[in-house]
């Protein structure tokens, strides 16, 4: 229900193929749900010391079309019921 943008930081080109296998799993075993994602790779460049998290955070969020915008992060574990206390 909704629209998934994600942020994908790459160290190499051929990282970009398991991306496609990965969205490819998620699409074709959807339980016959509707999935809507949009998927921006950004490139790690020899300038890069760290990981960039604020710079993809805001490349998901720039291209996102939602009115409403729920930003997860790998440290966050939502709640079984998070959905419908949000709608509630």
């Not at 075993?29 to 790779?41: A, L, M, P, T, Y």
């Amino acid at each position: 229900d909704g629209i998934v943008s994600v942020t994908i930081y790459l160290q190499k080109m051929m990282e970009i193929w398991e991306v496609r296998s990965v969205f490819e799993e998620i699409t074709t075993n959807n339980h016959g749900r509707n999935v809507c994602i949009q998927i921006h790779i950004v490139f790690a460049n020899d300038k890069d010391e760290y990981y960039p998290i604020n710079y993809l955070r805001n490349v998901a969020l720039r291209a996102c079309k939602c009115k409403y915008v729920f930003l997860n992060d790998i440290d966050f574990i939502p709640s079984n019921d998070l959905y419908d206390k949000l709608l509630s």
